[in-house]
């Protein structure tokens, strides 16, 4: 299995939504995420005869998604437990009664707080300034980075998104001093998963959490936290992947681009970056 990798329902839905429905890939993935709450009971004859393929196609199509083979894919029978804690938490420990509007809100306005402060300015300098700049980040806020990530482009910056569905381990570890590393982690697991990645790279890091008290956040040289600060398994950690990576990275470009645009003029947030500091020990964070 390639290195970095955790998460099999990401990229069995990548398949899933990529290809043709009557391809094999596609019918081989929609098998799997169907049966995804009983993997561990499947046998490669099952999966033979429900998609109509061979031993070797099974086997091929395991590999295309970063498996060695079937056995592999079996054994991540685990996740199911694990998507539906963090897809039913909230609604299961919150109720109904639960204010998600007041909470957005709260967390928008942290988020503002901080823009404000200038919390942000370091890594937007850092940004343009790097060599290269590497998103690396749990599944949960690939979505909303990957639209950072187109959005960037226009600014002739452009940014690799690796995630454990798509771990790409060297182009972490070769990350040189003169690079910058972008974690986005809201809970800290994404990143204590990865810890020996993170230990062997020498790139500049910033991680973007919910939990900065978390041990792994000392691995960091700048600790952006967003909203209140969530324990390990708090239900809100969903709402803060997605709602709060998007507004925050939102904040991000924009100043960016107020930064270094030459059609909005530039000079504003690069003057206040320089005056915060830059990434590292008593940088902006």
Known sequence: ????????????????????????????????????????????????GACYCSRSAVRRFCQSIGFDNFSEVRDMAFEWSVFRHYFLSADKQLGPGF???????????????????????????????????TLFSADPSANEL?????AMAV???????????????????TLGEKDLLVAVSTSGAFVERQRGQLEATSALRVIVTANPGAEVCSLFDQVIAIGDELGRNNPLHRMYSTYGVAYLFDQVFSRYVQ????????????????????????GAA
């Open 1 to 48: 299995m390639h290195e970095g990798r955790l998460t099999l329902l990401t990229s069995l839905f990548e398949v899933y939504n990529a290809n043709e429905l009557d391809s094999t890939s596609h019918l081989l993935a929609e098998y799997f995420i169907k049966n995804y709450d009983h993997l561990s009971d499947l046998g490669i004859y099952d999966v033979m």
């Open 99 to 133: 204010d998600l509007r007041g909470e957005l809100d709260r967390l928008f306005e942290s988020i503002d707080r901080r823009t404000a402060a200038g919390d942000l300015d370091a890594l937007v300098r850092g940004i343009h300034d790097a060599r290269s700049t």
């Open 146 to 150: 990957k639209e950072f990530q187109r």
């Open 155 to 173: 600014e002739h910056c452009v940014i690799p998104l690796v995630t454990e569905s798509v771990p790409a381990a060297q182009a972490i570890r």
């Open 259 to 282: 930064a270094y645009d030459p059609e909005l003029g530039a000079g504003g947030v690069a003057g206040a970056a320089g005056a915060a500091g830059a990434i590292g020990p008593g």
